[in-house]
């Protein structure tokens, strides 16, 4: 009766970096799958076995971080906060860079 009693998200800078990778990987699992239906039948089947796995393997670890900073980022202590958002920053860097040059081509 009392199980949920237990879980405890405040308003820490982590929580907040657990939702923003929460909301990052399902927009970038999104925009993954809206690039690659239109070009499905144009490219070869390497490159649309590249495209699945990054679909698949990218966002799930990205959405497995958000959940744990969004529950546990209230025990982080300041340095591992510190490191999580320079992994963010390094991060969107690269899905930026991936969406720029998917949409060029």
């Not at 590249?50 to 990205?62: A, E, N, R, Y």
Request: aromatic share 14%; with cysteine; hydrophobic share 60%.
């Amino acid at each position: 009766m009392l199980y949920l009693a237990q879980v405890n998200v405040g308003t820490t800078p982590a929580t907040l970096l657990g939702i923003i990778y929460i909301l990052t990987s399902i927009v970038y699992f999104f925009f993954l799958i809206a690039w690659l239906i239109p070009r499905f039948s144009r490219i070869n089947p390497s490159a649309i076995t590249t495209c699945i796995l990054q679909i698949i393997l990218i966002p799930i670890p990205i959405l497995i971080s958000g959940f744990i900073l969004l529950f546990q980022g209230w025990r982080l202590d300041p340095i591992l906060q510190l490191g999580n958002l320079l992994l963010f920053l390094v991060l969107i860097y690269f899905l930026i860079t991936d969406i720029i040059i998917k949409y060029r081509n």
